[in-house]
Each structure stands twice: as structure tokens, then as C-alpha cells.
């Protein structure tokens, strides 16, 4: 495989040196998707809060609504991991906006240079293209989430034309494991303070794009609803001018 951009191999020695002992990280080469294969461990009881799960290729990766998610080997970073919130189950739902607002951090972080923006409900935007997106499922007493971050694709390589990278950005650090590593210490900081009872819809709010924009949203079942996004429920939902609430669909962005 030829590419002009330098493509480090995960390391589990060099992520687990910046992380903290609350996380548990197995580097895989190759898998089916990481997210399955979190999920067949909790099911069998072999997981813990805090094991993580990152591949340099899945072959059956998916992405929100069971979309299929493809990239070259070792040009993104896909990873999953596993807890269990000491939070009622009722409340999760915002973990996934908090799992986004923890990339933004961590990437803002390793290079300030680069602006990053959410959009509502999962996806990670530099210049308004897609770099990442999230996915999250619960199963027993937690809760898996999958994340994918495109870090050393080429144009001829991104999965949309409205994607991006992080290398197609000129970021400064390219290196996955320090970038998981900074992901996997912005999150848990996150993690805590919200387990306290702190309501960091506030920072999310802060770098969602999709507040104060006129989106069109597919819901389940083809409904389209049309409005101006303000705000973000206590559960996550995307809050509309006219007082609706879209817990979840298909956000087009029209100015």
C-alpha cells in the first residue's frame, strides 16, 4: 500500500503509558468490527468497565442506523470500549454527546490549529466535512461505544465526498495511539464529572453546528421534519424552535 502520509502501528505499550489504570486497551490487527466483538465479550461475561477494544482493519465495521463503515488498514482510528455509568439507564442517551464532545477536546488538545465542530447526534466535523463518527449501544448493566476517526486517508480513500481527515486537514499529530490515548483521557475526566451530576450540555452546546441551523431531519419510518435546532434535552434530543424534540434520525443541515 502506497500513501505519502505516514501511518504509525498501534501500539498497546505506547497508549497504555498516557492512559490511566481505569482503562484496559487490546490492540487487534485485523477483526470483523470491533463493536461485535465487545459485545460477544460482555454477552459472555468477560468484560469490564473500561476495557478497550482498537483494530488497524475491521471488515464488517458499521456506523449509526447498521451503515457500513469502511477503511483502507491502518488509515483510521476504529476502536470500541465498554462501561457501565454510574448513572440511572434513563440518562444515557447523552453519552453519546459526550463521547463527541470528548473528541473535539482531545483533538483540539494535540493541535489547537484545527477547529472542530459536532454535529447533532454523532458526527466529528473539521471544515464542515465528516472526520468521525460514534455509535453506542447498550447491552446489560453498560453500555458499548464505537468510535472512527479518519487520520491518514487520502482523498481517493474517504468513504463519502463530504468526508474529510485528519491528514487532508493538515493536523499535527497523525500518530493513532496518541490520539486514543488523549480520546480515552478527555472522556474519562468527562465521564466523572457528569457521573457526579454536572450537566455539560453547556460544553457540547458550545461546539454543536447544528444548534441554530435549519435542519431537515429523516426520522424512523421516512417522517420528515423540518426546523431550527435550539437546544439539547437533558437526554441528548435535539430540541426544535417549536418545541419538538428528534430523539433520533438523519440531520441535513440547510444553512
Same mark, same amino acid.
Given at each position: ?8 502501528? %498501534? =501500539? ?38 473500561? =476495557? ?16 457500513? +463503515? ?10 470500541? +470500549? ?10 444515557? &442517551?447523552?453519552?453519546?454527546? #459526550? ?11 494535540? =493541535?489547537?490549529?484545527?477547529? !472542530?465542530? $459536532? ?41 463519502? !465526498? ?9 493536523? @499535527? ?5 496518541? #490520539? %486514543? ?5 478527555? +472522556? ?16 457540547? %452546546?458550545?461546539?454543536?453546528? !447544528? #444548534? ?8 424512523? @419510518?421516512?417522517?420528515?421534519? &423540518?426546523?431550527?435546532?435550539?437546544? #439539547?434535552?437533558?437526554? @441528548? ?6 418545541? &419538538?424534540?428528534? !430523539? ?5 443541515? $440547510?444553512?
Amino acid at each position: 500500500m502506497s500513501t505519502d502520509t505516514p501511518r504509525p502501528p %498501534l =501500539d498497546t505499550a505506547q497508549i497504555s503509558e498516557k492512559i490511566s489504570r481505569y482503562w484496559r486497551v487490546s490492540v487487534v490487527e485485523v477483526t470483523g468490527s470491533t463493536q461485535e466483538d465487545l459485545l460477544n465479550r460482555v454477552q459472555r461475561a468477560e468484560a469490564r468497565t473500561g =476495557d478497550v477494544l482498537v483494530t488497524n482493519y475491521q471488515s464488517a465495521g458499521r456506523g449509526r442506523l447498521d451503515r457500513k +463503515f469502511e477503511a483502507p488498514q491502518a488509515s483510521a482510528l476504529l476502536f470500541s +470500549f465498554y462501561i457501565q455509568p454510574k448513572r440511572d439507564q434513563s440518562e444515557w &442517551s447523552l453519552l453519546p454527546l #459526550i463521547v463527541g464532545l470528548s473528541t473535539s477536546f482531545a483533538l483540539c488538545a494535540l =493541535d489547537p490549529r484545527v477547529s !472542530t465542530s $459536532l454535529k447533532w447526534p454523532n458526527d466529528l466535523l473539521i471544515s464542515g466535512l465528516k472526520a468521525g463518527g460514534m455509535i453506542a449501544q447498550s447491552t446489560g448493566n453498560g453500555i458499548i461505544v464505537g468510535v472512527g476517526i479518519n487520520v491518514a486517508m487520502q482523498e481517493s480513500e474517504l468513504p463519502v !465526498t463530504h468526508a474529510t481527515s485528519l491528514s487532508l486537514q493538515n493536523f @499535527g499529530e497523525l500518530n493513532r495511539n496518541l #490520539i %486514543l490515548a488523549a480520546f480515552l483521557n478527555e +472522556f474519562a475526566n468527562l465521564l466523572e464529572r457528569w457521573e457526579a451530576g454536572e450537566d455539560l450540555r453547556h460544553l457540547y %452546546l458550545e461546539r454543536c453546528s !447544528t #444548534i441554530g441551523a435549519k435542519i431537515q431531519a429523516e426520522l424512523p @419510518g421516512g417522517v420528515i421534519k &423540518s426546523g431550527v435546532a435550539v437546544g #439539547i434535552s437533558p437526554n @441528548g434530543e435535539l430540541i426544535l424552535e417549536d418545541g &419538538s424534540r428528534i !430523539t433520533a434520525g438523519d440531520i441535513v443541515h $440547510l444553512r
